[in-house]
């Protein structure tokens, strides 16, 4: 971690300018100062020759310039020597006596106040990366904090359909009613469609059977229209019903196009489909029927979790099915 701190720091820094061209921007100086200082002393030199009378050299003038800003760098260096630090005494070598006049507040030399800004604005930039970082980071766990918060919401919502459906289940066949199989597969898929991900119940649900003729025929449905129920059959490899029975596995389509044969509309007015999931009711290697559930949005499905949760619910349409085959199967074998 100190690593990669320290290269981040490494690349915020600005990039000095090189030796050769700082030995030539003040090589540059000097020649601009030199003919600056030439042709001023000269100005000041015939000026103080016509007022004194006497000859003054540009030599004069630039020495006596020179003395004054010697001194006066002098008396800077020394009085910013004792304002920077309480232990600088005054003096010489012989006489040194305590220092009044530390400043605390005082920062020595124009380079030292721009090394130190420099390293500030190293300091400010990598503050901003790091809240740049830590940004990503907020959301990027709001987004994983609200997709978990969605999946515990279709965990519960998983367990309370499976026990209205179980005690839906156990009290029909108690009073031995007689339309416990269309009753039970009605409130099978009503519940399907409130556990899955995105959009909780804005689907719509088919559940073929396979007949006496090898086709797939609609036997109970949520959302779908009559005519769709009555005129929707497929045979094995027909239609996406049909491809899910011929694979004998489950199947998915997030983004349907209108070019791919398996969503025909047989010449029938239908919503369209964004999206589709598919699943098999298959015991053993024999196949009873298809779940189907459609989204009219694109990327309806979140894969693989609404595939688990959709088997759990085509388990029991299973189940229900197997159980009316059974019992039909019985009453012919008595007759």
Not at 43 to 48: R, S
Not at 78 to 90: L, Y
Not at 117 to 122: Q, R
Not at 135 to 162: C, Y
Request: net charge positive.
């Amino acid at each position: 971690m100190e690593n990669n701190h320290f290269e981040e720091e490494e690349t915020i820094k600005e990039k000095p300018l090189s030796k050769p061209m700082v030995l030539a921007c003040y090589l540059v100086a000097l020649l601009l100062v030199v003919s600056i200082v030439y042709g001023f002393t000269g100005i000041i030199a015939d000026i103080l020759t016509k007022a004194l009378n006497k000859p003054v050299s540009r030599m004069d003038i630039t020495n006596s310039i020179a003395v004054v800003f010697l001194m006066y760098r002098l008396m800077r260096i020394v009085g910013d020597h004792w304002r920077s630090n309480p232990k600088n005494e005054i003096g010489t070598a012989v006489t040194n006596l305590p220092n009044p006049f530390y400043d605390p507040s005082f920062r020595k030399g124009p380079l030292l106040i721009q090394k130190e800004y420099s390293a500030l604005v190293t300091k400010y930039k990598l503050t901003q990366l790091a809240m740049k970082k830590i940004n990503e980071t907020l959301i990027a766990g709001m987004d994983a904090a609200s997709r978990q918060k969605a999946q515990i919401k279709v965990m519960l919502r998983h367990n309370e359909n499976a026990n209205r459906l179980l005690r839906s289940y156990n009290f029909l066949h108690f009073i031995k009613d007689a339309d416990t199989t269309q009753k039970m597969l009605k409130n099978i898929l009503e519940e399907c469609i409130t556990v899955l991900e995105k959009d909780q119940s804005d689907k719509s649900i088919s559940l073929f059977r396979v007949n006496e003729n090898e086709q797939l025929e609609i036997i109970e449905s949520v959302r779908i229209n009559a005519e769709s129920i009555a005129k929707r059959v497929f045979s094995k490899g027909e239609g996406f019903a049909g491809s899910v029975w011929g694979k004998g596995k489950p199947d998915f389509e997030n983004n349907v196009v209108s070019s791919d044969p398996r969503f025909h509309d047989l010449g029938l007015q239908a919503t369209p489909i964004g999206s589709i999931l598919g699943f098999p009711l298959n015991v053993d290697d024999q196949i009873l029927g298809v779940l189907c559930i459609q989204s009219e949005e694109k990327d309806g499905f979140v894969i693989p979790s609404d595939l688990r949760t959709v088997e759990f619910y085509a388990r029991l349409c299973t189940l229900i099915l197997l159980c009316d085959k059974i019992k039909n199967k019985s009453k012919r074998g008595g007759i």
